[in-house]
């Protein structure tokens, strides 16, 4: 179904009903069975169509709030595409994070929000410490995805989060351990230095009596012992110098 091509001037009981537009409960059970996305009070709508709609809508703290607190799945999804990142607050970040019930809303709220906030550092390490399921992958996946998203910062930033990563390796939760994996190989995509840190974290983790430790380090190992694997140079004034 076509989205509204006019979003930019809707309120917030408008684009509910054009949510409610694409309702569709069998994919409730379809990301559920094929993707593990177990979600409460969702109307069955694709991310990529939710992204789609969200391009049509400007920045709006305001009316990203108001979408967050219908309760509605897509519309907290929403909510994390079009909050300004700039304007967010740890007490924002703290109600939201409480909410994460699946890997899908945890990783687009970090990706696209957290990662790119003044706090993304404090509330990663803070939260890599946290017990539940979706809150500790918050942490690792904002280590992930800032990895990316801070283009300047130098080594020293991304170094204190291999100590971290050794410590919680031995979480066998699905979602927490596939976080710890996925932070380690950006960090060690950053950069050749953050590579060899990253070759010698995963080394360290292969010594450790964990099944989820080991998956981490070989996994790890596998990707950035490739002879072509594709690293990002940041920064970039430091590792792509002007031959």
């Not at 069998?26 to 990301?31: F, G, R, S």
């Not at 907290?76 to 939201?96: D, G, Q, V, Y």
């Not at 979706?134 to 991304?158: H, P, Q, W």
């Not at 080991?214 to 004034?237: F, G, H, Q």
Request: hydrophobic residues 40%; proline residues 3%; aromatic residues 10%.
């Amino acid at each position: 179904m076509e989205v509204d091509k006019e979003l930019r001037t809707m309120t917030i009981q408008e684009i509910i009903t054009e949510l409610k537009k694409l309702e569709n409960p069998d994919k409730v059970a379809l990301k559920e069975q094929k993707f593990g996305v177990v979600s409460n009070n969702a109307l069955g709508i694709y991310h990529s169509d939710l992204k789609k709609m969200a391009k049509k809508i400007p920045k709006n703290n305001e009316l990203a709030i108001q979408l967050f607190d219908t309760n509605i799945y897509e519309a907290r999804l929403l909510c994390s595409k079009i909050f300004n990142p700039k304007n967010l607050t740890t007490s924002l970040m703290e109600k939201w994070v409480s909410t994460f019930e699946n890997w899908e809303i945890c990783d687009s709220f970090c990706m696209g929000l957290f990662a790119k906030s003044k706090f993304a550092v404090s509330k990663s390490i803070e939260w890599t410490k946290r017990t539940k399921e979706f809150e500790k992958r918050a942490g690792f996946t904002i280590i992930a995805a800032y990895c990316m998203a801070d283009k300047t910062s130098t080594n020293e930033i991304f170094e204190q989060f291999f100590p971290i990563i050794i410590r919680e390796a031995t979480d066998e939760r699905l979602y927490v351990k596939k976080a710890v994996n996925w932070a380690l190989r950006n960090l060690g995509k950053r950069n050749i230095d953050l590579k060899k840190l990253a070759i010698n974290c995963s080394n360290q983790l292969l010594k450790i009596d964990s099944k989820s430790a080991k998956w981490i380090a070989k996994d790890t190992l596998k990707e950035l012992e490739k002879p072509n694997v594709r690293m990002s140079d940041y920064p970039r004034e430091i590792y792509r110098k002007p031959q």
